[in-house]
């Protein structure tokens, strides 16, 4: 669950779009709408995976 985008949304935005190939129209609209869950039914170290990449950016990241 992307909770938080922090400082900047720019580059949460950019690795949204990235991790789920989708435009950047609807990677800006789920930022803008956190807390949002993105990416469900992925392997634990698939989701761990993300959400280094996704802290990485600043945004804060809580699996459930």
Do not use: C, D, H, Y
């Not at 935005?13 to 956190?34: D, P, T, Y």
């Amino acid at each position: 669950e992307l909770t938080s985008f922090g400082e900047s949304k720019i580059p949460i935005i950019k690795g949204i779009k990235a991790l789920m190939g989708i435009g950047i129209r609807e990677a800006k609209e789920l930022v803008e709408s956190s807390p949002i869950k993105v990416l469900l039914s992925q392997t634990q170290e698939k989701a761990n995976k993300i959400k280094e990449q996704l802290e990485s950016l600043g945004a804060t990241i809580t699996l459930g």
